[in-house]
């Protein structure tokens, strides 16, 4: 089972940037790709956006097109996530997981277990 750890997060002004790291024990075509999710107080968990491990293809929300930009390091096993004009709105707490083949729309896919995620706050 690959194990996954976020970081990365903080706290930053309304159109600032962070960049988080999701380091995987190892990445493999075991698995279709690695996501990023995010919970905000008293919200559902929501899809951010998603890659594939075959050939790189990458999906976002509509709320975080143009801003949000998915990348993986293989060399590395490390997903990341860079977040540019920033909003209130991106705060949450942000999860990585990887998602199974099989899955479905990887923004929607819920996994059974989530790590302890990593904290994005944006405020003046």
């Known amino acids: 089972q690959v194990q996954l750890v976020e970081s990365g997060g903080g706290s930053v002004q309304p159109g600032g940037s962070l960049r988080l790291s999701c380091a995987a024990s190892?990445?493999?075509?075991?698995?279709?790709?690695i996501g990023w999710f995010r919970q905000a107080p008293g919200k559902e968990r929501e899809g951010v956006s998603c890659i594939t491990t075959s050939d790189g293809a990458t999906y976002y929300a509509d709320s975080v097109k143009g801003r949000f930009t998915i990348s993986e390091n293989n060399a590395k096993n490390t997903v990341y996530l860079q977040m540019n004009s920033l909003k209130p709105e991106d705060t949450a707490i942000y999860y990585c997981?990887?998602?199974?083949w099989g899955a479905g729309w990887c923004l929607l896919y819920d996994s059974d277990s989530w790590g302890q995620g990593t904290q994005v706050t944006v405020s003046s």
């Open positions: 997981a990887t998602i199974p």
């Open positions: 190892k990445i493999t075509f075991d698995y279709w790709g």
